[in-house]
T-cell receptor
Framework: TQLLEQSPQFLSIQEGENLTVYCNSS?????LQWYRQEPGEGPVLLVT?????EVKKLKRLTFQFGDARKDSSLHITAAQPGDTGLYLC????????????FGQGTTLQVKP | GAGVSQSPRYKVAKRGQDVALRCDPI?????LFWYQQALGQGPEFLTY????????KSGLPSDRFFAERPEGSVSTLKIQRTQQEDSAVYLC?????????????FGDGTRLSIL
């Protein structure tokens, strides 16, 4: 069974602080995706990383895929209250179906 | 709208009743996925369709769960003889092709509560 361990599960910080969320597995994934989910809504894709060692930036968000394609991290610089939400990593387990295995999620609260 | 549409948004049923959850994917999307999400947790894969073919149902918790997509578009997830542990949000997602790097577009889910 392929599992994705996401940490921390909960994070409450002040506006302006930096944070990092980790996503780890013993399995290799063909790609890894990060989603953000608001209450009452479905997950929305933020980024997909495919190549080992790949780094992608989306404004204040930096995503990294581990060299062995088993782990990933999401770093947010100068967090804002609008960043509050549930962050999910998801690994693509097969290259011909798109089936995703999700981590448990990180609930982020950014206080003004 | 052009997104994935799920109905109903909320469903309350008594234990033992049957329920049916509907998913309208984005037009033209070949792949359709169902996930189950417990409160504060990540979604868990239930089943996958490519057009009308159900290619993977390994995540369905029991034989009380049944999904279909008879014409390769709209899909229905049916749960028979519901139990309290079936209470969760059921998410549907579609993608253009079932292939690597194809983004999945999620609906807003159906929140199912079993009393």
């Amino acid at each position: 069974t392929q599992l994705l361990e996401q940490s921390p599960q909960f994070l409450s910080i002040q506006e302006g602080e930096n944070l990092t969320v980790y996503c780890n597995s013993s399995s290799v994934f063909s790609s890894l995706q990060w989603y953000r989910q608001e209450p009452g809504e479905g997950p929305v894709l933020l980024v997909t990383v495919v190549t080992g060692g790949e780094v992608k930036k989306l404004k204040r968000l930096t995503f990294q895929f581990g060299d062995a394609r088993k782990d990933s991290s999401l770093h947010i610089t100068a967090a804002q209250p609008g960043d509050t939400g549930l962050y999910l990593c998801a690994g693509e387990v097969s290259s011909n179906t798109g089936k995703l295995i999700f981590g448990q999620g990180t609930t982020l609260q950014v206080k003004p | 709208g052009a997104g994935v549409s799920q109905s109903p948004r909320y469903k309350v049923a008594k234990r033992g009743q049957d329920v049916a959850l509907r998913c309208d994917p984005i037009s033209g999307h070949v792949s359709l996925f169902w996930y189950q999400q417990a409160l504060g947790q990540g979604p868990e894969f239930l089943t996958y369709f490519q057009n009308e073919a159900q290619l993977d149902k390994s995540g369905l918790p029991s034989d009380r769960f049944f999904a279909e997509r008879p014409e390769g578009s709209v899909s229905t997830l049916k749960i028979q003889r519901t139990q309290q542990e079936d209470s969760a949000v059921y998410l549907c997602a579609s993608s253009l092709l079932g292939a690597v790097n194809q983004p999945q577009h999620f609906g807003d889910g159906t929140r199912l509560s079993i009393l």
